[in-house]
């Protein structure tokens, strides 16, 4: 394993991680277990508390703290109900970065970065992240099309250079990326850092199933597919023959499913029915989405438990980039971080060596 810093970049000296690399919140799948194995790598774990109630995103936190002492962050909803209780909570637990998959409000972050906190939004265009950057965020992740779970239209390749130019905070490339090749050529964009997710899902200290992790190894570059039809908006998952029926299901009955995992989600998450609505009305009042699709937005978690948590392939949704179709093993963290990291360096030096002297 490697000893102290080598790739220093902006986000290494901003969050205070000896790698530029980020293990992203995926939902179900980003808990203590995996964020701590990543912090002590030296890479950046961010905790998924999305599908946790506040009380087991504490507990979460605590459990990381007893694990170790490095940085690591968690991910938030912006417009959950108890957004402004779990922000305290994170000031309070001291921990080092606060990442959202929805824009933070403006005072949000100024509460945030008042306490020390970093505050890193996920984004998936350059006005976004110029908005944020002006609001104060001291850095974005932008993910491109071949990332896993909701995902955009541009590929990564001139998603990256986009933001790039459009915001002066550094910046964390996702979507696509897996190696030390990936990882070089990022910070060769101008990069400060990658994010993954699928390939810490596919790593020992995962808590994925094992028989669902062995799914994903089977398959290939083509075996993914964005579909609108789990929660009304784009979403890149593996090609399953419940994907398929998902698919072909009339919007009335897809309905009537979406209303049973509403409830299902409400029960175990702990959010209330006064919460549910006013966020679909905030999401009606922006624009965002239909009806139907903001009943259909319970699909996700529900979908994705029963795959992720309960390995059920049959009845659950699998999230997934496209880089699935180049894994073929399950190492620790530690050896994927440090393997990267090593590849990266040799990359760079290669390239190094393509300048000649005047």
Do not use: C
Request: aromatic share 4%.
């Amino acid at each position: 394993m490697t000893t102290g810093p080598r790739l220093r970049t902006a986000l290494t000296e901003l969050v205070g991680i000896d790698h530029p690399v980020v293990q992203t919140g995926m939902g179900w799948v980003a808990g203590p277990r995996l964020v701590s194995a990543t912090a002590r790598a030296g890479g950046l774990g961010i905790l998924a508390s999305a599908t946790m109630s506040y009380d087991e995103l504490a507990a979460a936190i605590s459990e990381v703290k007893q694990r170790t002492d490095a940085p690591f962050g968690v991910n938030l909803r912006a417009d959950a109900e108890d957004a402004q209780q779990r922000i305290e909570l994170l000031i309070s637990e001291g921990v080092r970065v606060a990442s959202f998959a929805l824009a933070p409000r403006k005072e949000m972050i100024a509460q945030l970065k008042e306490a020390g906190v970093v505050v890193v939004p996920s984004v998936g265009a350059a006005r976004h992240a110029a908005k944020v950057e002006s609001w104060g965020a001291d850095a974005v992740i932008v993910q491109g099309g071949e990332g896993g779970g909701h995902t955009g239209d541009v590929a990564t390749t001139l998603l990256l250079p986009s933001v790039l130019d459009a915001v002066d905070i550094p910046v964390v490339a996702a979507g696509g990326f897996y190696d030390g090749r990936g990882l070089a050529a990022a910070l060769s964009y101008g990069a400060a850092g990658v994010a993954m997710g699928t390939r810490f899902l596919l790593t020992k200290e995962s808590t994925v199933p094992d028989d669902v992790k062995r799914a994903y190894l089977e398959r290939g570059l083509a075996d993914t597919v964005v579909t609108r039809k789990v929660d009304g908006m784009p979403h890149r998952v593996l090609r399953t023959e419940l994907v398929s029926t998902l698919e072909r299901t009339g919007r009335l009955r897809g309905l009537v499913h979406a209303a049973r995992n509403t409830v299902r989600f409400r029960k175990m998450t702990g959010v209330s029915w006064r919460a549910l609505i006013s966020e679909g009305l905030a999401m009606k009042r922006g624009g965002e989405r239909s009806w139907s699709q903001l009943m259909m937005a319970a699909n996700t978690p529900m979908l994705l438990r029963a795959g992720l948590v309960e390995g059920n392939t049959g009845a659950g949704v699998l999230a997934s980039g496209q880089v699935v179709g180049m894994l073929d093993d399950l190492p620790t963290v530690a050896e994927l971080i440090d393997d990267i990291v090593e590849h990266a360096e040799r990359r760079l030096d290669e390239l190094n060596k393509l300048r000649t002297s005047a």
